[in-house]
Antibody, heavy 123, light 105 residues
């Protein structure tokens, strides 16, 4: 049974750095084809992909946010960590992590999701 | 960056109706297109991957088609439990469309 759970602060101040942890079970990030992604969704708005880390420790970032994002993994702990610097009120959103499967053709799909964690940016 | 344009942004249909949502990519993406369903207050759920492959356990009334720049998602007979927002996603660069909110008339 695959599960993922996001954890981190519910409230951060502008200019601070956000650190979110995704703790997962039921799969291994050392298995070929396995990845974990972070996605966010501002209240009432659409989904936005942020970052992906794969089994080979390759990392991919949203073009618009890549200067602010860092993704990393701890395979032994079954955790993936996302940091986002210089937080702003527009970054207020529910942040999700999702298991991501990479296909042989080079596509990806998000087949299991965490429940999400709401992060509010306010002074 | 590849832009994904979904239409309509919302629709209202009756139970049993056939519902169609389109997604257009700003450049050729082959069949690299996923569809997700998101119910209010819940995480999204994968329905279709690589344009037309139904995820395991997803009812067969859901289907997807298309390649290149133009894609279609269809619910063959709308059910009350299908009320949700549906998103397409370019599965190479992972960009999402703006979503289509489906309501019951």
């Amino acid at each position: 049974q695959v599960t993922l759970r996001e954890s981190g602060p519910a409230l951060v101040k502008p200019t601070q750095t956000l650190t979110l942890t995704c703790t997962f079970s039921g799969f291994s990030l050392s298995t070929s084809g396995m990845c974990v992604s972070w996605i966010r969704q501002p209240p009432g708005k659409a989904l936005e992909w942020l970052a992906l880390i794969d089994w080979d420790d390759d990392k991919y970032y949203s073009t618009s946010l890549k200067t602010r994002l860092t993704i990393s993994k701890d395979t032994s702990k079954n955790q993936v960590v996302l940091t986002m610097t210089n937080m702003d009120p527009v970054d207020t959103a529910t942040y999700y992590c999702a298991r991501t499967t990479a296909t042989y053709s080079g596509s990806y799909y998000f087949d299991y999701w965490g429940q999400g964690t709401l992060v509010t940016v306010s002074s | 960056d590849i832009q994904m344009t979904q239409s309509p942004s919302s629709l209202s249909a009756s139970v049993g109706d056939r519902v169609t949502i389109t997604c257009q990519a700003s450049q050729d993406i082959s069949n690299y297109l996923n569809w997700y369903q998101q119910k209010p207050g819940k995480a999204p759920k994968l329905l279709i991957y690589d344009a037309s492959n139904l995820e395991t356990g997803v009812p067969s009334r859901f289907s997807g088609s298309g390649s290149g720049t133009d894609f279609t998602f269809t619910i063959s007979s709308l059910q009350p439990e299908d009320i949700a927002t549906y998103y397409c996603q370019q599965s190479g660069k992972l960009t999402f469309g703006g979503g289509t909110k489906v309501e019951i008339k």
